[in-house]
C-alpha cells in the first residue's frame, strides 16, 4: 500500500503554509519506509492530480477556515471531503485539491482512504514562520501520522529514539 504525505500551502503567507511546513517537519524528525511519500505540494492544487492517484491512502496537511480557536487541528475523512461538509476553504489552491480528488474519483483512480488533517490558523500576514499556537501543531500532526500508519503495520521511526 502506497501512502502519499501531502502538505499544502503558502509559505509567504504565515500560517497558511501549515502543510509544507508539516512535510519539512515530518523530514527532519522522522525516517519513513519507501511506500510513504512526503510530498511539498504547495499551492499547486489542480497540477498534482497524478500524485493523489498513485497513492492507496493520502493524508492532505493544510489550514482550514472554521469556527474554533486558532490552532485548533481537525480531522476529516474523504466522505467528509467529497459531501463538502468540511469548512470553507481559505486560498485558490485549497479548491483545487478538492477539485484534483474530484476529478480522480471521476476517472476512477481516487483513494479509498483520504486524509485531511486541517488547522485553523491565527496569522494570514505576510511571513515565512508560522505562528506559535500553529506551530505547536506539527509534532501532534507527526503522532498521528505515525500511529495511523503503524496501525496499517508501516513502521515510522522518529529520529533519536
Known sequence: MKTLIFGAGNLLLSDEGFGVHAIRYLEENYDFPEKVELYDGGTLGIMVTHKFEEADHIYILDVIEGNGAPGELRRYEKDEI??????????????????????????????????????????????????????????????????????NGVIVTKRGE
Open 82 to 151: 467529497m459531501l463538502d461538509k468540511i469548512p470553507v476553504k481559505l486560498s485558490p489552491h485549497q479548491i483545487g485539491i478538492q477539485e484534483t480528488l474530484l476529478m480522480s474519483e471521476l476517472r476512477g483512480f481516487c483513494p479509498e482512504k483520504v486524509t485531511l488533517l486541517g488547522v485553523i490558523p491565527a496569522s494570514l500576514d505576510a511571513s515565512d514562520q508560522l505562528s506559535d499556537v500553529v506551530k505547536s501543531r506539527l509534532k501532534e500532526v507527526a503522532q498521528i501520522i505515525s500511529a495511523d500508519l503503524a496501525i
